[in-house]
């Protein structure tokens, strides 16, 4: 959120100082697995929905756009996803006709035929053509590069934000571990611990951290033509055949240590989603936090309390996908433009005490 956000505020002729407390994008926007929807679109309120799609169509070129700019492909990965055994398939498809997204029942066998690793016994099938998943590690080193670019950036790692300057009611800067540094505004868009930082102004925002640990093959490239997801549990196919699966949904602090229980609990889930896993060695296993949120609604606006204080945070599980309609709304309110969609739902305003 801090990155792109910061790369439309400056693409708008801002000058933006981006702070970070280590290396930019090594937190949940490294971690995570990046496909490009929500895990159940048809669970999540309106709000999230309406941020989902503007963000899918915005994906594509996007990346073609940060390819150019930079040299690093995201590397959108449009496979299609396939669901199975979903025990609210009805609604699913009921979700699909009313909001006009491409999700339909297929008949198993199909399936079968067009993921031919899919794991035996399963009985029903939705699919959704088309929709992608983004290389997210190269998705933030790109970002960190286009921003790098830009003569009104300055990026600051290793910068830890410790607090808040407020001068006659109004927040015009942050105190961090090199002294204070004076903004006309300040975007708060630290994931997990947004929360955190808020509560030295006193205020409880209702972000906390949700551990999600994710295990990593590598196969051939063309081992699995597209995403598949039971029970939970997803496979991710990246273009060059590595093969990402997650992930589990922990309350467990800010703790981010790998557990030898997950490992075993996502390999089970691997091997029966594609059980050619089995043979195959597990080539990485990491864990990330979540800015976890009431019903995954982000906060996106200023705080009516503390002028001059904007946030961008509480996206949940689905930061990836929700980011590009989330940074252009927060650039949007922030530079007084008319927002692409109606942030009432987003608005700090009311949703903290
Ligand atoms: C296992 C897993 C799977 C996921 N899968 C998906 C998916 O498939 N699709 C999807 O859309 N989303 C997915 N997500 C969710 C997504 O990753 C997050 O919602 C999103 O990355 C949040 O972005 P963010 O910028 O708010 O937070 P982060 O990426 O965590 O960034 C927060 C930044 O704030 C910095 N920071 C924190 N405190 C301070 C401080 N005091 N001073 C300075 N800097 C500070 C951190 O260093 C960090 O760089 C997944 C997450 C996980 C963990």
Known sequence: MGLLSAKLLAAADEGVLLLDRQGVGRESSWAGGGIVSPLYPWRYSAAVTALAHWSQDFYPGFARQLLEDTGIDPEVNATGLYWLDLDDEAEALA??????????????????????VLGGGFERAIHMPGVANV?????????????????????????????????????????????EIRAERVVLAAGAWSGELLKTLGLELPVEPVKGQM????????????????????????????????????????????????????????EELLPAL????????????????????????????????????????????????????????????????????????GRLH
Request: charged letters at 20%; one cysteine or more; hydrophobic letters at 40%.
């Open 95 to 116: 979700w699909a006709a009313r909001e006009g997204r491409p999700l339909f029942p297929v008949d198993i066998a199909e399936a079968y035929r067009q993921v031919p």
């Open 135 to 179: 290389r997210n590690p190269r998705l933030v080193k790109a970002l960190r590069a286009a921003l790098a670019a830009m003569p009104n950036v300055e990026l600051r790692e290793h910068c830890p934000v410790k607090g808040f300057v407020q001068e006659a009611g109004r927040i015009c800067g942050v105190t961090t571990a090199d002294g």
């Open 215 to 270: 295990i990593l093959y590598k196969c051939a490239e063309d081992f699995l033509p597209s995403m598949v997801l039971a029970r939970g549990r997803y496979a991710i196919p990246r273009r060059d055949g590595h093969i990402l699966i997650g992930s589990t949904l922990e309350y467990a602090g800010f703790d981010k240590t790998p557990t030898d229980n997950a490992l075993e609990s996502l390999k089970a889930s691997a």
């Open 278 to 349: 089995k043979d195959a060695e597990v080539v990485g296993h990491w864990a990330g936090l979540r800015p976890g949120s009431p019903e995954g609604i982000p906060f996106i606006g200023e705080l009516p309390a503390y002028p001059g204080l904007w946030l961008n945070c509480g996206h949940f599980r689905n930061g990836l996908v929700l980011a590009p309609a989330s940074c252009r709304l927060l650039a949007d309110l922030l530079l007084g433009h008319e927002p692409i969609i109606d942030p009432a739902p987003y608005a700090p305003a």
